[in-house]
């Protein structure tokens, strides 16, 4: 029993250090330019390894996007556990998920993977349409929650509840991908509250 444990925590341990020897890598020479040779290397292992554990580059970087992906749920479940209105529920899932970008280096390495150094390349092109069905999906669940807001008075009865929620959701890529192109200007995470206000004051009802 303690070697079938010990075993499958080496396999849990050389999977994290693939995926962080991969994000390193990717961050730093892109997704293309970065070959297993090189990732195997940096995390000590064979390249058979890898194939073992993902079974390839793209398996690798997909895995990296569901990581921040989950993260990224765990920040909007904490804010929508704390209760309140629509809209103050709605200012702090912004709120949180902009001060965790900032907070958290590895989140914010694979956020800028995703939009900079991921490039087009063809091995991508599966997760590619898998993440743009998962958008597909949150803007739906985003939008029914924004029919209910509506519907109780909350955010004003001219909205279209699918528009509020592509744009709620651009908002936010759109704040971080501002902070990262100049993290001097401005603390993302001091002023995550501030940005989240701005957008949803044109939202509330009156």
């Known amino acids: 029993m303690y070697e079938m444990r ?24 892109g997704y293309q330019a970065t070959r297993l040779e090189d990732i ?26 569901e990581a921040a992906s989950a993260q990224e749920s ?14 103050e529920i709605m200012t702090r899932i912004l ?17 800028e993977l995703s939009l900079i150094r991921a490039g087009n390349d063809p091995d991508l092109e599966a997760v590619r349409n898998q993440r743009l069905e998962q958008s597909e999906i949150l803007i739906n ?10 519907i109780r008075g909350e955010l004003r009865a001219d909205l279209d509840p ?16 501002l902070w990262l192109s100049d993290r001097q200007a401005f603390s993302l995470k001091e002023k995550a509250a501030e940005f989240a206000d701005v957008f949803m004051v ?5």
Do not use: C, W
């Open 40 to 65: 195997a290397k940096a995390a000590g292992v064979t390249r058979g390894a890898i194939y073992h554990h993902f079974g390839g580059k793209a398996e690798l970087y997909k895995s990296l996007m």
């Open 162 to 177: 699918t528009t509020v929620a592509r744009a709620f959701i651009a908002y936010q890529n759109g704040v971080a991908t």
């Open 202 to 206: 044109g939202l509330l009802a009156r």
């Open 6 to 29: 010990r075993t499958k925590e080496d396999a849990a341990q050389t999977r994290q250090t693939l995926l962080d020897a991969a994000l390193e890598l990717f961050s730093r020479q």
């Open 74 to 87: 765990g920040a909007v479940e904490t804010a929508i556990s704390e209760g309140g209105s629509l809209p």
């Open 95 to 111: 709120s949180y998920s902009l001060a965790l970008l900032e907070k958290d280096r590895r989140l914010r390495q694979i956020f």
């Open 141 to 150: 669940s985003t939008a029914s929650i924004m029919a209910q807001g509506i």
